[in-house]
């Protein structure tokens, strides 16, 4: 594959991959946690002795086919094209009109600009295509916790894992470092969680974050978790501050964690040295 060794290649291919990515990642942000409900429901009934009902429709991330929420409009090829399809829809379905969630085509761009600045930062080779993993789960966990306030294992738990198996070979950092990160990231919130709990009688958080910082650990090592758990608490302090003064957002309300997780482990992925560094500078 020696054509993708050449930059441009490399980052013009990641780029469009990026683009489709991110519409597959639309389907997954919307589909998995129902997806996660329905399997929950029908525990729930198994425990209760039921006798589980077949579902009238198989609802995967695969069937049934995309189609309009409004008039149930299947969505062919030719409307499904990442971004350019909504342009030349004008944002509107094709056959009734009604208006599509610029959230699909900003999710595709948002792979895309991401997939491409990650093969640019990490150039050609195992630590990109590894990254380029890193980013598109980060991206889907950020959203689905937006929406549901919900971290899927089957996200959180595959990604810790495979960032223990690519630090086999020191890809990010080395495999001791990994595994005290996978632990300590684990251990940090899980505490923090329950020094809440015993304070306040309340839940502070999900143990969706404790897995989410647990993977992060484990792909970028312990070193990182400070810079990760200061960053996303920083932000997440602001914008939680900002939604109770400029929109009322009531404190009982909970604000998600996991999308300020996601957003300090990119940083940590492509500036953690460095940021780190200056971190440990100021004090």
């Known amino acids: 594959m020696e054509i993708f060794q050449d930059p441009l290649v490399f980052v013009t291919t990641c780029t469009l991959l990026g683009l489709f990515v991110g519409s597959f990642l639309n389907v997954v942000i919307h589909r998995l946690p129902v997806m996660m409900e329905h399997e929950w429901q029908a525990e729930a009934a198994s425990l209760r002795g039921e006798g589980i009902t077949a579902s009238p429709q198989r609802f995967n991330l695969a069937t049934p086919r ?3 929420p409004h008039c149930g409009h299947l969505i062919g090829a030719l ?3 990442p971004v350019v399809s909504y342009i030349l829809l004008r944002g509107r ?5 009604a208006s599509i969630s610029p959230r699909y085509p900003l999710i595709e761009v ?3 600009v991401l997939s491409s600045f990650t093969a640019f930062h990490f150039g050609y ?3 990109a295509i590894g990254a380029l ?3 598109w789960s980060m991206i889907a966990l950020c959203f689905i916790d937006l929406d549901t306030q919900l971290l899927p294992d089957s996200i959180t738990l595959p990604l810790l894992w495979l960032g223990l198996l690519l630090n086999l070979g020191d890809t990010y950092t080395d495999i001791t470092g990994a595994v005290v990160g996978a632990a300590a990231g684990y251990l940090t919130l899980w505490s923090v969680y329950w020094l809440f709990k015993l304070a306040t009688g309340k839940e502070g958080m999900g143990y969706g974050d404790f897995k989410l910082l647990a993977a992060i650990g484990a792909w970028l090592g312990w070193q990182i978790l400070p810079l990760t758990i200061l960053l996303s608490s920083l932000v997440g302090a602001v914008v939680g501050i900002a939604l109770i003064v400029f929109r009322r957002h009531g404190r009982e309300i909970p604000i998600p964690f996991g999308p300020y997780l996601a957003a300090a482990g990119l940083l940590a992925l492509y500036w ?3 940021l780190t560094a200056a971190y440990v500078g100021l004090l």
Not at 93 to 97: D, E, L, N, Y
């Open 66 to 68: 995309s189609r309009c």
């Open 79 to 81: 409307e499904n094209i």
């Open 93 to 97: 379905c094709r056959h009734c009109g």
């Open 110 to 112: 948002l792979c895309a």
């Open 125 to 127: 080779g195992l630590a």
């Open 133 to 135: 993993v890193f980013v």
């Open 272 to 274: 953690g040295t460095p």
